[in-house]
């Protein structure tokens, strides 16, 4: 099937409209080429290249269709017209419904009874003076289309998009040229290497879009793939990086629709916006590095496992020694009255300095210096061992230990109940019992703390070695400065409030946030609502966080829509924020 077949070459009734081509015609064409260029939104484009279409040839209304991915179909992405005061994008399919227009029929033969899926497949334009007395396309969609809105559909041009390699994007379709007092004419042929023109830079222009979304896409799939892996990393930290995200897109939004106080002014482009939350998804990535052990470290003497479970078979072992050296003295004639009583007594001791162990072992409480005390004093028992301590041993844990305490150690004798030896001193952690048991606050130790926060620091210079491209050059920044505080005590900088930027403090107040309501974390119990935006109250009363920041998350109801999203229902009281607002 031919286009010339299609073609309705009867054109003595077409009036020249007023835009044929002329000098001043193609330097518009030329400048809306370079708007078209510069146009990065989507419907925006469409929109441009539909109107620009209609301008050249004063038709009424026209549509744009755009392949799918698999170029299987036509998709709806925009449709005006000026009689019907009607405009209509891919957003409103539900009022206005356009089903794809398939380019194959069912037993995979090409569809040419559609005029747009004919022009999708032949690359050819058509310009048809009259669907009612042309031939050879089913028009019966635009005749139901008219007797539904009293409209009456005439003359059709229909060009293809066709990128610079000769691909074709979508379809462009005008309807019903006009002359100047609104008399409906056909197309006048002239024109059309103008529209093909207009065509032909729009399918660029769309081409470039794509290309751009495509590179987009790869980014956001990358940086997600990198956030999913940090969470899946540490099963403690659930979905932080996930979660993070949204509690920053909600408080930059809430400052973004302020229209009166602190943030009347502010504003961010959509850019910023992407900028922002590129961001947010990055900010823990130097957690990459941070060893799994101390990441989880649930417990005090917790290293890849919780070691409580072998010093409480340390202490089984010191009453069951007590137990024997009880029947050994009955045995040998000591009074059993006595015996027994040293040992209930020797039971309890045991009993009462392993729940003093094991409680300071939790973490959850601090503890002060009379308890340190204690924990050295219980250590100073000695339980006997009869087994080689070498034996088994990694060629890097044996490197640890010297060849003089080898020796010692190979052979049976006593062994503290706990222990600060040198040899659990390695890869910069002091993995000692005793001073791991003596952390006054939390379960980690100084140099696991160091080793936490310097994550801040891998995650700066992580992202400075990325080439960001511009517009997007503050994200190392921005996620890098998440645990910096208002009054110069975070890290790693030590920055204080007017060396950040709006974007950094909304931040450091969503990592702060969902930290604190997280039901994931294996050192705490998951806070209220109430409790966790008390604690921000009082680091906002602490010149911590920026406390406009913080009555406008409290304002705007963004805490609440986060809790009634990701908390859990337990979680969810009533929060009274009139005690926080200052204003």
Not at 112 to 122: F, R
Not at 283 to 308: C, F, M, Q
């Amino acid at each position: 099937m031919k286009c010339s077949e299609h073609a309705i070459s009867d054109h003595s009734g077409a009036a020249r409209p007023p835009n044929s081509p002329e000098a001043g015609q193609l330097a518009k064409l030329v400048d809306l080429g370079i708007a078209l260029s510069a146009e990065h939104d989507r419907s925006a484009l469409h929109q441009r290249i539909l109107q620009a279409a209609r301008d050249f040839t004063n038709a009424d209304g026209g549509s744009l269709y755009l392949l799918n991915e698999d170029e299987s179909e036509l998709h709806f992405r925009i449709m005006e017209n000026d009689t019907l005061q009607r405009y209509v994008d891919d957003g409103d399919q539900q009022q206005y419904p356009f089903p794809p227009v398939p380019l194959f029929r069912a037993d995979g033969s090409p569809n040419h009874e559609n005029i747009a899926s004919h022009v999708a497949l032949s690359g050819e334009s058509i310009n048809i003076a009259d669907a009612y007395a042309a031939g050879g396309f089913d028009f019966s969609g635009t005749r139901r289309f008219d007797a539904a809105t009293g409209y009456r559909s005439q003359s059709f041009l229909t060009v293809p998009l066709k990128s610079s390699r000769g691909r074709v994007l979508g379809v462009l379709q005008l309807i019903n040229a006009r002359r100047d007092d609104g008399t409906v004419v056909p197309f006048d042929p002239a024109i059309e290497p103008l529209i093909t023109a207009l065509a032909s830079q729009s399918a660029v222009a769309l081409e470039n879009r794509r290309l751009m979304q495509s590179q987009r896409d790869l980014i956001d799939s990358f940086v997600h793939i990198l956030a999913q892996g940090i969470d899946a990393k540490s099963p403690h930290t659930g979905a932080h990086c996930e979660r993070v995200p949204v509690l920053v897109k909600m408080l930059a939004q809430a400052a973004v629709n302020q229209e009166e106080g602190p943030f009347g002014g502010f504003r961010l482009s959509d850019q910023e916006l992407y900028e922002l939350d590129l961001a947010a998804w990055l900010h823990d990535i130097g957690k990459i590095v941070t060893p799994e052990h101390v990441v989880e470290k649930a417990t005090k003497l917790e290293t890849i496992y919780n070691r409580i479970h072998e010093i409480r078979t340390r202490f089984e072992v010191m009453l069951r020694d007590a137990e024997i050296d009880m029947l050994r003295r009955q045995l040998a004639g000591d009074d059993k009255t006595q015996c027994q009583a040293d040992f209930d007594a020797r039971r309890d001791e045991l009993h009462q300095q392993f729940e003093l162990v094991a409680q300071c072992n939790i973490g959850s409480e601090n503890i002060d210096l009379k308890t340190i005390v204690d924990i050295r004093d219980i250590a100073t028992q000695n339980w006997q061992r009869n087994f080689d301590r070498t034996a088994g041993l990694s060629w890097a844990e044996s490197s640890r230990i010297s060849p003089e305490e080898a020796a010692t150690l190979s052979q049976p004798g006593p062994e503290p109940l706990l222990s600060d030896r040198p040899d659990q001193v390695y890869s910069h952690i002091n993995k000692g019992e005793i001073y791991n048991l003596s952390i006054p606050r939390g379960t980690l130790t100084p140099e696991e703390r160091t080793i936490i926060n310097n994550h801040v620091v891998l995650t700066q210079d992580m992202l400075a070695q990325l080439p960001f491209p511009s517009g997007l050059q503050n994200v190392p920044v921005i996620a890098g400065n998440h645990h910096e505080k208002m009054d110069g005590s975070g890290y790693p900088c030590g920055l204080k409030g007017d060396q950040m930027g709006t974007l950094e403090k909304i931040l450091v107040i969503a990592d702060i946030f969902e930290a604190l309501t997280a039901v994931d974390r294996p050192y705490k119990k998951p806070k209220m609502l109430s409790e966790s935006i008390d604690l921000l109250g009082t680091m906002r009363d602490q010149g911590k966080i920026d406390s406009d920041l913080f009555e406008l998350f409290l304002t705007s109801g963004a805490y609440r829509d986060y809790g009634d999203t990701y908390l859990r229902p337990d979680q969810r009281d009533d929060v009274d924020i009139k005690r926080y607002i200052r204003r």
